[in-house]
T-cell receptor, first 115, second 114 residues
Framework: DSGVTQTPKHLITATGQRVTLRCSPR?????VYWYQQSLDQGLQFLIQYYNGEERAKGNILERFSAQQFPDLHSELNLSSLELGDSALYFC??????????????FGPGTRLTVL | AQSVTQLGSHVSVSEGALVLLRCNYSSSVPPYLFWYVQYPNQGLQLLLKYTSAATLVKGINGFEAEFKKSETSFHLTKPSAHMSDAAEYFC????????????FGSGTRLQVQP
């Protein structure tokens, strides 16, 4: 158990819908990362937050957005869903400090199926 | 920018044989390198990591990897494959003391034949 929790574990929805995926980082971790794992794109970085602020963006679609709340949990919002958005979405967290190595700890993932 | 290339999307070995999964990286700054394993319908588990200390890194389940700067490689090895090693393996790279996002390779599916 990495200490990172993600809910829900599975999500089945229809095209055009909107969903929210939730991530609670390990206690004390300030940085949260979202990754998408799909059959055609592999594992790719979507977006990173550090202490409530967006820090870096990867290959995140405009239909997707995220935020990190004052209690440091994060939500990934996916809207106008398409079949191709079906994927496993991972959240990872790390301490986020600069003067020592920051290991990223991964949550179990949320499997999204768009029908 | 950094990237990793995993040579061979599928590798098949016999039980008891040497496992060698290849990873080459590209990074303009000193990298941090990782190997993750993913079993079917499960999340990512960290096997081992290189964070600029010893170049030969030992991980869990008998795996190890050697960082070779001259070859820009970080190949994963295990002397004797076990049936339970069958899984998908991902090499990943990051920089800046790991504060940046991981860049993953495309993965190598390891099959272990009895």
């Amino acid at each position: 158990d990495s200490g990172v929790t993600q809910t829900p574990k599975h999500l089945i929805t229809a095209t055009g819908q909107r969903v929210t995926l939730r991530c609670s980082p390990r206690s004390g971790d300030l940085s949260v990362y979202w990754y998408q794992q799909s059959l055609d794109q592999g594992l790719q970085f979507l977006i990173q937050y550090y202490n409530g602020e967006e820090r870096a963006k990867g290959n995140i679609l405009e239909r997707f957005s995220a935020q990190q709340f004052p209690d440091l949990h994060s939500e990934l919002n996916l809207s106008s869903l398409e079949l191709g958005d079906s994927a496993l979405y991972f959240c990872a967290s790390s301490v986020g400090i600069s003067d020592s190595y920051n290991e990223q700890f991964f949550g179990p993932g949320t499997r999204l199926t768009v029908l | 920018a950094q990237s990793v290339t995993q040579l061979g999307s599928h590798v098949s070995v016999s039980e008891g044989a040497l496992v060698l999964l290849r990873c080459n990286y590209s990074s303009s700054v000193p990298p941090y390198l990782f190997w993750y394993v993913q079993y079917p319908n499960q999340g990512l588990q960290l096997l081992l990591k290189y964070t600029s200390a010893a170049t030969l890194v030992k991980g869990i389940n008998g795996f190890e990897a050697e960082f070779k700067k001259s070859e820009t490689s970080f190949h994963l090895t295990k002397p004797s494959a076990h049936m339970s090693d069958a899984a998908e393996y991902f090499c990943a790279v990051t920089t800046d003391t790991g504060r940046r996002a991981l860049t993953f390779g495309s993965g190598t599916r390891l099959q272990v034949q009895p």
